[in-house]
T-cell receptor, first 112, second 117 residues
Framework: KQEVTQIPAALSVPEGENLVLNCSFT??????LQWFRQDPGKGLTSLLL?????REQTSGRLNASLDKSSGRSTLYIAASQPGDSATYLC???????????FGSGTRLLVRP | DTAVSQTPKYLVTQMGNDKSIKCEQN?????MYWYKQDSKKFLKIMFS???????INETVPNRFSPKSPDKAHLNLHINSLELGDSAVYFC????????????????FGPGTRLTVL
């Protein structure tokens, strides 16, 4: 049974810092991994989807990496800004199904 | 030009009532989902429909009944509401049901915060 874990649960950094959010999953037989952002009281915004055949995927200041064999993904945020403050969630399809299994999220606060 | 929309945004009701939440997507996607986010912010799949056909039905009380009149709409009806049903319910959609090529990339609505008193 697939389980997804995100560490740390919360992170507070000063503006301008580069930071890394971690996601690990127990079953490495995944097709892809999706990173989301959730603002308080809002829905989820898809940030990046990284395929199992890819090692990295970039969008602006965001870079997601995937190491299937070790069951890990990282989301790198360069030059963080207060507007990056949100909860970041990673999710993988559950086995051969496309229902997403979510981690519990990392709550990020970027201080001005 | 909202991609995935839900109504209502907030729903406050008494225990025992029946309520519905509506979801619509204008992305032309074939697959739609309902997720529940509990008080600890943990997101779990409830249902999924592909072209009006139920394809995922997790262990959810049968008081919850999804209905898909067409592939752009997936509504959630809840009978005999209980205190434990209080949560945020998210609708999502994806291009298809296949995993290859990222067809399962999911796009979420803004959520419906249900409070049962």
């Amino acid at each position: 049974k697939q389980e997804v874990t995100q560490i740390p649960a919360a992170l507070s950094v000063p503006e301008g810092e580069n930071l890394v959010l971690n996601c690990s999953f127990t079953d490495s037989a995944i097709y892809n991994l999706q990173w989301f952002r959730q603002d308080p009281g809002k829905g989820l915004t898809s940030l990046l989807l990284i395929q199992s055949s890819q090692r990295e995927q970039t969008s602006g200041r965001l870079n997601a990496s995937l190491d299937k064999s070790s069951g890990r993904s990282t989301l790198y945020i360069a030059a963080s800004q207060p507007g990056d403050s949100a909860t970041y969630l990673c999710a993988v399809p559950g086995g051969s199904s496309y229902k997403l299994i979510f981690g519990s999220g990392t709550r990020l606060l970027v201080r001005p | 030009d909202t991609a995935v929309s839900q109504t209502p945004k907030y729903l406050v009701t008494q225990m025992g009532n029946d309520k519905s939440i509506k979801c619509e997507q204008n992305l032309g996607h074939d697959t739609m989902y309902w997720y529940k986010q509990d008080s600890k912010k943990f997101l779990k799949i409830m249902f999924s429909y592909n072209n009006k056909e139920l394809i995922i039905n997790e262990t959810v009380p049968n008081r919850f009944s999804p209905k898909s009149p067409d592939k752009a709409h997936l509504n959630l009806h809840i009978n005999s509401l209980e205190l434990g049903d209080s949560a945020v319910y998210f609708c999502a959609s994806s291009q298809g049901r296949g995993l290859a090529g990222g067809r399962n990339e999911q796009f979420f609505g803004p959520g419906t915060r249900l409070t049962v008193l």
